[in-house]
């Protein structure tokens, strides 16, 4: 998927991942390719993402090491993304999308 494609389909929009049947994440896709993700744990990392050597790559405040991703239109209609990193077989599939927000309340405070 070219970064053209990518951004036609996503932007505006609010990603739920999974792998091997189970909820791994969530992104939002904001204008100017800039991402929020979260590992749905109510914790948030801004970022964005660009195309390189046709990958889709993002980087975090948090993790500014490039993270780069094939994606693809599934089987089944929603996005499948395949890490292209070192030692990694990580694959994440479209669980669900919507035009909501993603829920960034951080992380609890005290006990």
Not at 88 to 97: A, H, I, P
Request: one cysteine or more; hydrophobic letters at 25%; charged letters at 20%.
């Amino acid at each position: 998927m070219s970064a053209a494609e990518f951004d036609a389909y996503t932007q505006g929009r609010t990603f739920t991942y999974g792998s091997q049947g189970a909820p791994y994440g969530a992104e939002e896709y904001l204008s100017n390719r800039r991402v929020r993700w979260s590992f749905l744990d109510g914790d948030c990392q801004e970022g964005q993402w660009y195309e390189e050597n046709g990958l889709i790559c993002f980087t975090y405040e948090q993790t500014p090491e490039p993270q780069c991703w094939s994606f693809a239109a599934g089987s089944g209609g929603g996005l499948t993304a395949t890490f292209q990193g070192p030692g990694s077989q990580t694959e994440l599939y479209e669980m669900q999308s919507s035009e909501e927000p993603l829920a960034c309340p951080g992380p609890e405070i005290g006990v």
